[in-house]
């Protein structure tokens, strides 16, 4: 029974320190994100410091990931209803190829800054073993929280949320 019992245990410990994993470099919640050069998709290279000076929302996906897919519309609603506004919005794909993340953003009508990370810097600063992951960063560039799922980013609960995390009138 003791076998059993330290077995248990041990597989337990096994399996959350899995959940708990991080990727490499990850910038935790309510810590600063380091500078970033950034390649962009449609839109000319920055500096991730570039967008410092306003909360932003950063959505990580990538042109293969169906959830990506299900919830990039209601991304691009929110952009473009707030982007460069109370907030900026920009995305992170995490694609391979430069060629399916651009069609994808075509297909999809996507008119808000992104970026391309095929070095995996950003995204294992920003910690996306999981897609898609939305961030909500302040002003200063602190990580002020993590989605990991689809989300309708647009939703009146969706905006509420935003609003009191970010701290803006939406």
Partial sequence: MKIIITFLLFFMGGVLSFVNAKTPGEVEVG?????????GLLVPNQKLSAFRGKPMIINVWASW???CKQEMASVQRLAKRYNGRQFNVIGISTDDYIDRATLFLKQNDVTFPNFIDSQLYLENMLGA???PLTLLI???GRVLAKFIGAKEWDSPESLAMIAKTLHVKL
């Fill in 31 to 39: 810590s600063v994100l380091r500078e970033a050069h950034m390649q």
């Fill in 65 to 67: 990931c169906g959830p």
């Fill in 138 to 140: 302040d002003a200063q």
């Fill in 129 to 131: 073993d999981r897609l």
